[in-house]
């Protein structure tokens, strides 16, 4: 990959080790950045935020900003199933930068962490963040959340909860929908070439693979017609 730096991190085992319930969410954070210019963003800080930044500084890398996939707690930092989950505001304390979203999760954001809108910048698909050389593209993917994005590097897709290597995100939560998680699929993520390497929000069914291989073994892309999409996930 040359200068590109990514560095995927795996919640409970590679970070937050101590944490039961971080093991068993298994979610990945994603380091990425120029490696020349010693900068990255972190993707999906939550967990165990001291523990990501010490992976970060191990590499010799700053990190100057964060990106969110969506607004879930277990991604951003925030209260579900009872927990307190650390997560941006931890970042905000120790290692401020800004956090990248897409617009329609902007809101969802901020409620979850109690992020001021200020620290928030706000993106359309399409819009090209630059960390130092490397250019990362946000893509909206809706279906997961409204304002779900997932971030394109040359060769690798960073897919939050859109999309795993054996299924994709929920659509039954609040904010989900189960259309736009098919338009997402079959029309947004489907020209994307085959070589590129989906990195996943969470180690459901594997850490990574070409969307070649996902797009013939994940059961959710297999689906042709939206009646029958419906009839699986409404
Ligand atoms: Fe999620």
Not at 32 to 59: F, H, K, L, Q
Not at 104 to 110: I, S, T, Y
Not at 134 to 145: A, K, N, R, S
Request: proline share 5%; hydrophobic share 40%; net charge negative.
């Amino acid at each position: 990959m040359g200068r590109v730096y990514l560095k995927q991190l795996l919640a409970g085992r590679d970070f937050a080790e101590s944490d039961f319930a971080a093991g068993q969410m298994m979610n990945f954070v994603y380091l990425i950045g120029d490696r020349d210019a010693g900068e990255c963003v972190v993707a999906d800080p939550a967990w165990d935020v001291d523990g990501i930044i010490a992976a970060a500084e191990a590499d010799g890398m700053k990190i100057t900003g964060a990106l969110a996939t969506h607004y879930h707690p277990d991604h951003v930092g925030g209260e579900i199933f009872g927990m307190n989950i650390q997560g941006l505001p931890r970042l905000m304390e120790i290692n401020p930068c800004k956090t990248h979203v897409h617009k329609l999760e902007a809101d969802g954001v901020r409620m979850v962490t109690g992020l001021a809108d200020s620290d928030l910048v706000k993106h359309e698909s399409g819009d090209v963040l630059k960390v130092g050389e490397v250019e990362i593209e946000m893509l909206h993917t809706p279906g997961h959340t409204p304002g779900s994005l997932c971030f394109r590097l040359k060769d690798a897709l960073i897919a939050g909860d859109t999309l795993f290597l054996q299924g994709c995100g929920r659509v039954d939560l609040p904010g989900g929908d189960p259309d736009e998680m098919y338009y997402t699929l079959t029309q947004r993520l489907s020209k994307l070439p085959g070589d590129m390497i989906l990195f996943p929000g969470h180690a459901y069914g594997g850490e990574h693979a070409a969307m070649e291989k996902v797009r013939r073994t994940n059961p959710y892309l297999q689906i042709k017609d939206i009646n029958t999409w419906r009839r699986h996930m409404g």
